[in-house]
């Protein structure tokens, strides 16, 4: 079965720095773009970072600067360094695979999100 296992989330004073990893097992011949949404309380999901698989990337501007995706094609991970956290970037982050080729077919994975939580 495949999927996307993210890690790294957790409780931060504002001005610190998480690194966010998600990596998607089973069986997989290859993927597309990878990115990181976040979703606060009360508040619709947003792209937060993409990359793809050539390794160039998009931001929100709200994160620009401060945060920095990447990705390990080798071990199917990619990862969110989040520096200069602050308390409005706190939410629940959830990492999506797009076209996952699969033995099986192709996929559209999301991970079941990590909190961040960054405190004033």
């Known amino acids: 079965q495949v999927q996307l296992v993210e890690s790294g989330g957790g409780l931060v004073q504002a001005g610190g720095s998480l690194r966010l990893s998600c990596e998607a097992s089973?069986?997989?011949?290859?993927?597309?773009?990878m990115a990181w949404y976040r979703q606060a309380p009360e508040k619709q999901r947003e792209l937060v970072a993409r990359?793809?698989?050539?390794?160039?990337?998009i931001y929100a501007d709200s994160v620009k600067g401060r945060f920095t995706i990447s990705r390990d094609n080798a071990k199917n991970t990619a990862y969110l360094q989040m520096s200069s956290l602050k308390p409005e970037d706190a939410a629940v982050y959830y990492c999506?695979?797009?076209?996952?080729?699969?033995?099986?077919?192709?996929?559209?994975?999301w991970g079941h999100g990590t909190q961040v939580t960054v405190s004033s």
């Open positions: 089973g069986s997989i011949f290859s993927i597309g773009a």
């Open positions: 999506n695979a797009e076209r996952v080729t699969t033995p099986r077919g192709l996929y559209n994975l």
């Open positions: 990359i793809l698989s050539g390794g160039s990337s």
